[in-house]
């Protein structure tokens, strides 16, 4: 097993609470990590810190050779102007993305088999729907652009049990 990401001895602290202290972990190939404790206890924080997103006070963050990182957050970062093809599919033109199994299985899996030629569709606008069809394209849109290591920071809020 290849090791993607190590923290080695990770601080951060945050006014006067001791977020991180001293964390040494590793995610390894393969490995699937459930990351469990209590509200405000620094799960986003420790995850953050492996995404890039958050600099640490003490301690080293490797990540090994070309290591891509995806994180979905609990804060929407959509943009609510660009249309579901630009939140999840980005520049790909269509004769790649709809080439591609894994893209359409996504697609079909938290899209509903969105169709390009379908009214709405791929040209539907992010912004007015509801925090569970954001939440699926979020994450339809991490999982087309295929991260080595995928972060996922309470992935089920704001979706219905078939989301689920």
């Not at 190590?6 to 609470?17: D, I």
């Not at 799960?43 to 953050?48: A, F, P």
């Not at 359409?104 to 606008?125: E, K, M, N, P, T």
Request: no cysteine; proline share 3%; aromatic share 2%.
């Amino acid at each position: 097993m290849a090791n993607l990401v190590a923290l080695e001895r990770a601080s951060l602290v945050f006014g006067t609470t001791h977020v991180l202290d001293e964390v040494s972990t590793g995610v390894n190939t393969g490995q699937r990590i459930g990351v469990v404790g209590r509200n405000g206890g620094g799960k986003s924080t420790l995850m953050r810190v492996i995404a890039g997103q958050q600099v640490l006070d003490e301690g080293r963050v490797t990540r090994g050779g070309s290591v891509t990182v995806g994180m979905l957050s609990q804060v929407d970062l959509l943009d609510p102007t660009h249309t579901v093809h630009e939140a999840v599919l980005g520049d790909l033109p269509e004769h790649v993305w709809a080439g591609d199994a894994r893209v359409r299985d996504v697609l079909s899996g938290l899209l509903g088999g969105i169709d390009a030629r379908a009214v709405g569709g791929l040209d539907a606008v992010v912004g007015p729907m509801s925090g569970g069809e954001r939440r699926r394209l979020g994450l339809a849109a991490l999982l087309v652009a295929d991260p080595d290591v995928l972060l996922l920071d309470e992935p089920t809020n704001h979706l219905d049990v078939e989301g689920v």
